[in-house]
């Protein structure tokens, strides 16, 4: 499986910086981001992944935020998140497996 996970702060999320990292790196694989503080993410940075995660899905992959500081009320539907990494990879591999059903 093409996996990229990468760790940020929220400090660290540029919208557009974010934005031109995942789309000058291959969109050929799912991504997983770890963010990690304990403050919150702004709407922009939200949007930023939202768009992300529209793009891999067209590609029939998957992205999803690990945050033990969000909730889904916090995040659009269209945006997975879990609170650990090992949960997101798990989802992943749900997420192929339901694809390769034709679910």
């Keep these: 499986m093409n996996l990229n996970t990468i760790t ?3 400090s660290d999320i540029s919208s557009s910086q974010l934005l031109k990292w995942f789309e000058s790196e291959a969109l050929a694989m799912h991504h997983v981001v770890y963010v990690w503080s304990d ?3 702004e709407t922009e940075q939200i949007d930023v992944f939202q768009e992300l ?3 891999l899905s067209g590609k029939d ?8 500081q969000l909730t ?6 269209s945006i997975f998140l879990c609170p650990t ?8 591999e749900m ?7 034709g679910i």
């Design 61 to 68: 992959l998957t992205f999803v935020l690990v945050s033990e």
């Design 8 to 10: 940020l702060s929220s």
């Design 72 to 77: 889904y009320d916090d995040l659009p539907e």
């Design 85 to 92: 990494l090992e949960e997101a990879h798990d989802l992943i």
């Design 53 to 55: 995660s529209k793009i």
């Design 39 to 41: 403050n919150t993410i």
């Design 95 to 101: 997420e192929a497996i339901q694809r390769d059903l």
